[in-house]
């Protein structure tokens, strides 16, 4: 049986992420904004809590961000009808603006990556990717 070498994978996936890191910040974003706005974008509106869920982080640290986002005007805040003692939290356009940029960053290191790997390594890592996803 073969073992996947995951010290020298990680190593590769530690110059990925600093690639990844680096393209978002070119956009004027850092990761945990990135992946808030993604999850924001998805969800249509979410609560400060469930936001901190998804993202796996306390919800002082998720509050953090989110004021960091409403700060930079690329979240709003909106009423919950329901519980007046929440509020549910939306991407702004200029959120969505921001998002793509960001999206645009990271497809040009992903095309960088991927050129010099075949179909073959691609369908692998990907499938890899999806596998290892569902383990968490």
Do not use: C
Not at 39 to 47: A, D, I, M
Not at 68 to 84: F, I, M, P, W, Y
Request: no cysteine; aromatic share 6%; charged share 25%.
């Amino acid at each position: 049986m073969h073992l996947l070498n995951v010290l020298d994978l990680l190593e590769g996936v530690q110059v990925i992420e600093r690639k990844i890191f680096l393209a978002i910040m070119y956009s004027g974003l850092r990761m945990p904004q990135f992946r808030a706005m993604r999850f924001l974008e998805k969800s249509g509106r979410t609560t400060v809590s469930e936001l901190s869920r998804k993202l796996n982080v306390t919800r002082a640290t998720a509050s953090v961000l989110v004021n960091e986002l409403l700060k930079a005007g690329l979240v709003v805040t909106v009423e919950n009808q329901s519980d007046r003692r929440s509020f549910y939290l939306e991407l702004t356009e200029s959120g969505s603006k921001r998002l793509n940029a960001a999206r645009a960053e990271i497809s040009v290191v992903q095309t960088h990556i991927s050129r010099d790997l075949s179909d073959q390594t691609i369908r692998v890592l990907n499938n890899f990717s999806e596998t290892i996803k569902w383990k968490r």
